[in-house]
C-alpha cells in the first residue's frame, strides 16, 4: 500500500533492483476510480522486488494465487461442521481470513499463496513489497476486485537485459491509466444530458443513473447527471 515513508524504487544495496507497479487509483474532481495494476505486466530479474504503491487505500489486495486457484471473499465457516449433501440450509459463509491479516510472508515462487490483506485492513505504514527468488511467470490479481484487476510478473534469470526501466515501467502505467480516464470520461459524456419521458399527465420522468462504467477497470462513482433540475410532480428513477 501507501506508507508513511514512501520506498525508493531502483538499484539496491545488494544488486538487486526495487520496482513499483501502481495500484488502482482516481480522478478525485470527477470521481473516476481505475480498477487495475499498473501495468498491467512487468518483467523483472530473479532476485528484484517490487513495491506494489497505492495513492489512497481503495478496498485492494495483491494476491498471487497458488495452482491458479483464485481465494473467496467468502468462504464456510471453520468452526461450523459442513452440512450434509441432503441438507437444505445453506452454509454458514464467513469472510476470508485472508482478507484482514495477508498470507504466506513476502517471497513469490509459485509453492503457496501469497497475499497482502485487502489495504483498508492494514498498518497504512509497512509497504507492499514481494520478492521474486526464482524465475518463472506469476500471474496476480486482487481479491475482492478478481474479475478486472488482474495482471503479471515476468520473472527473468538473475543478470538478464530487461526491456524496460523504472521511467519506461512509469510511462507505461501512465499510457494505460489515461486510456481508462478517457473511457471515464466519455460515461461522463454519456449521461451529462438526463433521459427524460413524458407521461400522459404531462408529468415527465426522469432517469439518473447510481455510477457508470461498471463492471470494469474503470468506474465513475458518482449520480449521472450531478444536478437536475425537474418540474413539481415530476419524478426521478435512480
Known sequence: GTPATA????????????????????????????????????????????????????????????????PGLLIPDPEVAPASPEAAAPPKLVYNPLLFTGAGGTAVDGTQLVSTSIDVFGDGVTPWIFTFPVA?????????????LQAKVIVQEAGSALPMDQAAVDA?????????????????????????????????????????????????QRFLPGEIEISVGDTIKY
Open 7 to 70: 520506498p525508493t524504487p531502483g538499484l539496491q544495496a545488494d544488486g538487486t533492483t526495487l520496482w513499483k507497479v501502481v495500484v488502482g487509483g482516481m480522478d478525485m474532481e470527477n470521481m473516476i476510480e481505475y480498477h487495475g495494476f499498473f501495468p498491467g505486466e512487468i518483467t523483472i530479474n530473479a532476485g528484484d522486488s517490487i513495491w506494489f504503491a497505492e495513492e489512497m487505500p481503495m478496498f485492494h489486495s495483491v494476491t498471487f494465487p497458488l495452482n491458479g486457484e483464485v
Open 136 to 148: 518463472g511467470t506469476f500471474d496476480y490479481l486482487c481479491v475482492p476486485h478478481a474479475g478486472v
Open 172 to 220: 507505461a502505467a501512465a499510457e494505460q491509466i489515461a486510456a481508462l480516464q478517457e473511457r471515464g470520461l466519455a460515461e461522463l459524456e454519456k449521461y451529462a444530458t438526463p433521459l427524460s419521458t413524458k407521461r400522459s399527465d404531462g408529468t415527465t420522468l426522469w432517469e439518473v443513473a447510481l455510477g457508470a462504467g461498471g463492471p470494469t477497470q474503470v468506474r465513475v
